[in-house]
């Protein structure tokens, strides 16, 4: 997810990652390899015809009130084995609070 101002400079910039967790029952710490995973920690991934919500607080720069959102959702089997899935781009009007 990225936010911009109007002249295209970026000023947010987040990533969320979905999937299920794995540990080794030792600790809170992810664990990767199908040999060390004994358990899950928690699992973020998307499921098929469910909503999913997220939620992004953007912290807005001064003098900064209207802004260009863009939002990526991709699938990553593997590192650097990327499949874009759905991109959208919308222009919002940011209020501070």
Do not use: C, W
């Not at 030792?26 to 997220?54: C, H, N, W, Y």
């Not at 001064?62 to 802004?67: A, E, F, S, T, Y």
Request: no cysteine.
């Amino acid at each position: 997810m990225t936010a911009n101002t109007p002249d295209g400079k970026p000023f947010f910039h987040a990533e969320r990652i979905y999937m299920p967790q794995a540990g080794d029952s030792r600790g809170s710490q992810m664990v990767l390899g199908p040999d060390k995973k004994l358990g899950f920690l928690r699992d973020t991934s998307i499921q098929p015809f469910a909503p999913k919500e997220d939620l992004f607080e953007i912290p807005l720069p001064p003098g900064v009130h209207q802004g260009k959102v863009e939002v990526d959702l991709r699938y990553e089997p593997r590192p650097g084995n990327v499949y874009p899935l759905h991109r959208i781009t919308r222009t919002a009007s940011l209020i501070a609070n």
